[in-house]
């Protein structure tokens, strides 16, 4: 059965790619330590991995690594939620899949290596659902903050899955009720950190970098419904937003006029506070890409 390899430092993930023949899939599963989907990730590969035979060249080559820690590697996959998996081949990317939906990453995996000889003998896990990390859980990770992160135009959105048994408003509340709670510290913003939209979103990006805080943010331009219904959720018409402990903050000015009064206003959430935001646990959905 083939195995999976935990990628801890940039070089070997180099090595690694570069060594695989150009007909060998790659299947890169980026997670975090706190993020309990995660957990739920590494049982669906290791599930997978036991269905492909070892043998040369490989068919897949299985890959794991803490998106925190090896932020760039994070960064040149668009990785803003976790737990995220990209199949690559030949060193352009295929798909990816945002979540732990059993179903849809084996479909994933399936679709471009083929099936695996004894996939009809091992039983997948159910999908499990994220859900939102508190703040201050014990549970630690990397000191690279999220606003370091320059993303791609495959940019997930951190979109949970929508019913159809709901009347759309509560579905949409709820949503978003979620969204706001994704991260300790959740922004808000037109783009994202590494390439903001507009002047203020720009601006509070850099006072939050300033500060070191450590946050999650979701790019309004990538989905309109939460775009809208963020503006009636929150009783606020303009963005950037900005909420803390599922609180909201306010816009720029807002903030800033709390970090004035308050310097500390943050500092719980800053690198070396005791708030462990960071990249925001993915909420269900499934992303496809296609390579540039």
């Known amino acids: 059965m083939s195995?999976?390899?935990?990628i801890t430092d940039a070089p070997t993930f180099d090595k690694h790619v570069s060594s695989l023949p150009p007909s060998t899939l790659l299947a890169i599963s980026f997670h975090t330590p706190w993020a309990a989907p995660c957990a739920q990730m590494a049982l669906i590969l290791r599930t997978l991995a036991s269905s492909y035979p070892e043998q040369a060249p490989p068919i897949i080559s299985f890959l794991t690594l803490d998106a925190e820690s090896l932020h760039e590697i994070s960064e040149s996959y668009g990785v803003t939620a976790v737990p995220f998996l990209v199949l690559q081949r030949d060193g352009k990317v295929l798909e990816s899949v945002s979540g732990s939906d059993a179903s849809k990453i084996r479909d994933a995996v399936e679709r471009h290596a083929g099936k695996g000889g004894n996939t009809g003998k091992v039983e997948l896990p159910p999908a499990l659902?994220?859900?939102p990390r508190e703040n201050g859980e014990?549970?630690?990770?990397?000191?690279?903050?999220?606003?370091?992160?320059?993303?791609?135009?495959n940019d997930t959105t951190m979109a949970p899955e929508i019913?159809?048994?709901?009347?759309?408003?509560?579905?949409?509340?709820?949503?978003?009720?979620?969204l706001v709670k994704a991260a300790p510290v959740m922004l808000f913003m037109k783009g994202t950190p590494g390439a903001p939209q507009c002047g203020f979103s720009r601006t509070l990006v850099g006072l939050l970098r300033?500060?070191?805080?450590?946050?999650?943010?979701?790019?309004?331009?990538?989905?309109?419904?939460?775009?809208?219904?963020?503006?009636?959720?929150?009783?606020?018409?303009?963005?950037?937003?900005?909420?803390r402990?599922?609180?909201?903050?306010?816009?720029l000015d807002i903030v800033k006029e709390e970090l004035e009064a308050d310097p500390d206003f943050f500092a719980e959430y800053s690198v070396g506070?005791?708030?462990?935001?960071?990249i925001a646990a993915s909420e269900a959905q499934h992303q496809s890409a296609t390579s540039t």
């Not at 195995?3 to 935990?6: G, H, K, M, Q, V």
């Not at 402990?245 to 816009?251: D, N, P, Q, T, Y």
């Not at 506070?273 to 960071?278: E, P, Q, R, T, V």
């Open 273 to 278: 506070g005791k708030g462990k935001g960071l």
């Open 210 to 243: 300033e500060k070191g805080v450590r946050y999650g943010f979701f790019n309004i331009l990538a989905d309109e419904e939460v775009r809208q219904g963020l503006k009636d959720f929150s009783n606020w018409p303009t963005f950037p937003q900005l909420y």
């Open 163 to 178: 019913s159809s048994t709901e009347d759309p408003t509560e579905e949409l509340n709820k949503r978003l009720t979620e």
């Open 245 to 251: 402990s599922g609180e909201l903050v306010g816009g």
């Open 129 to 131: 659902e994220a859900n």
């Open 138 to 153: 014990g549970k630690d990770q990397a000191t690279k903050y999220l606003s370091s992160y320059a993303q791609n135009g």
């Open 3 to 6: 195995t999976i390899a935990e």
